[in-house]
């Protein structure tokens, strides 16, 4: 079935631990995006990638780290977790960027509790 | 930056008809979006509005007026499964799409 693989579904992690949230699209979209979901205060844009090769940041960028290296995958880094990076995360692609019919694809999100 | 306001809950009968209202103020505007979003899961297309006036799919239909910087979106015939969150999203001038909150819409038998 076409669509995003996001790994692990939930995990525990102690404040200072570096993690890795894991995205696999398999359906040859261009542009993929990290958001972060709180209670309140809806989907947040963390780091964004237009294409292969090319990464950007969004509205709340700091702690996080992505990579492109090629169109399926966009793994997200927490360099060293905060309690407050305690979030759902999802990330999501669509065919291209930079189009006011971009209508995005989610995965299924990544629950991440930071002790 | 952007600013997209939505009622946090709404709560409405079985077969009723209920009206999610979405106020937006954003850096130019390329197109308003509907996700819906069931409890624990990924948010999914509903509709995309770009130009003023009404979008009819089904028991779905979404509203805009590009004027008012105002968007609805229209639930008829609402069964129990449309409990859910329903985000608003408005893709503005560097084509990154920005969410509301969310409404949680609770049916009720």
């Known amino acids: 079935i076409a669509g995003i693989t996001q790994a692990p579904t939930s995990q525990i992690l102690a404040a200072g631990r570096r993690m890795t949230l894991r995205c696999t699209q398999d359906?040859?979209?261009?542009?993929m995006y990290w958001y972060r979901q709180d209670l309140g205060l809806g989907l947040r844009l963390i780091h964004y990638?237009?294409?292969?090769?090319?990464?950007g940041k969004g509205e709340v960028p700091d702690g996080y780290s992505v990579s492109r290296a090629n169109t399926d995958d966009f793994p997200l880094t927490l360099a060293s977790a905060v309690p407050s990076q305690t979030s759902v995360y999802f990330c999501?692609?669509?065919?291209?960027?930079?189009?006011?019919?971009?209508?995005?694809?989610f995965g299924a999100g990544s629950r991440l509790t930071v002790l | 930056g952007q600013n997209i306001d939505q009622p946090t809950e709404m709560t409405a009968t079985e077969g009723a008809i209920v009206q999610i209202n979405c106020t937006y103020q954003?850096?130019?505007?390329?197109?308003l979006f509907w996700y819906q979003q069931h409890a624990g899961e990924a948010p999914t297309f509903l509709s995309y509005?770009?130009?003023?006036g009404l979008e009819e799919k089904g028991r779905f239909s979404s509203f805009l007026s590009r004027s008012k910087g105002y968007s609805y979106l229209l639930l008829k015939e609402l069964q129990m499964k449309d409990s859910a969150s329903y985000l608003c999203?408005?893709?503005?001038?560097?084509?990154?799409?920005?969410f509301g909150a969310g409404t949680t819409v609770t049916v009720r038998a």
């Open positions: 999501a692609s669509s065919a291209e960027a930079g189009s006011g019919a971009n209508v995005l694809t």
């Open positions: 359906m040859r979209h261009n542009a």
């Open positions: 990638s237009n294409t292969a090769g090319t990464t």
């Open positions: 954003t850096s130019g505007f390329n197109g």
């Open positions: 509005n770009v130009l003023d």
């Open positions: 999203a408005v893709i503005s001038n560097d084509y990154k799409l920005s």
